[in-house]
């Protein structure tokens, strides 16, 4: 079965190749990398996302962060072929942090059009990685930021201000999934409650990582993807056995 992945804000895709990896082979998983230079809020990002929905095989389709509100609603959409729906430390409507008393909607709209080039990339590492990052991280990290041109990564943050995709929910006819991460600084627990008040029979699962959860644990959070196939989506290939991998 394919995986069609959504990313986070920073739209490329480059920071998942160990998820990648720990999908296969199970999953062939594509990322589907957003324009580097046009500055697309979300009803255009859906909209370049749509034609690029597989059309001749079962898929999942699976929203990173940033990318939730997207992948709920091509999933309204009912698309052909689409599985299943799989969010990832992501959010229906704007986020309010762990720490913070206020969600991304409070915040001015000159607050979000500050360039991320300013922050120092150790910090942005911080609040993505926790404890898990390091040295190797961080360049990564800065060399995926210096691909995008400054403008795209403030509109998109300016979007989540003011996102809202919780409606769409409630058109959404199929299993899914949402991965939790315990240590995360930017979406908090109030995320999921909000999805689950509009899809009660959403399944979640906790993992012990920070808001890159793809990035710092992808054997754990291939495998809740799996054993949530395995028993929401039994016309799903089975797991083939560990000496097979």
Known sequence: ??????????????????????????????????????????????????????????????????????????????????????????????????????????????????????????????????RWSDARWRTRIEATLNTVRPVVLAHRLDAVRTVDATAALGEIDLPMLYLRATRDRLVGPDSLSAIQRARPRVRSVEIDAPHFILQACPEQAARAIRQWCDEALPSSEPEPPANAR
């Open 1 to 130: 079965m394919r995986c069609l992945v959504l990313p986070g804000m920073d739209g490329t895709g480059a920071l998942l190749d160990d998820f990648i990896a720990a999908m296969a082979p199970r999953f062939d998983t594509q990322v589907v990398a957003y324009p580097r230079d046009r500055a697309l809020g979300y009803a255009e990002l859906a909209a370049f996302v749509r034609p690029r929905l597989p059309t001749d095989r079962s898929y999942l389709l699976l929203g990173e962060s940033f990318s939730g509100p997207i992948a709920i609603a091509l999933a309204a959409q009912r698309p052909p072929h689409l599985a299943g729906l799989v969010l990832c430390a992501s959010f229906a409507r704007s986020p309010r942090p762990p720490w913070s008393p206020w969600s991304a909607t409070m915040l001015p709209r000159w607050a979000t059009t500050l360039p991320l080039s300013r922050v120092p990339v150790p910090l942005i590492a911080q609040m993505m990685l926790g």
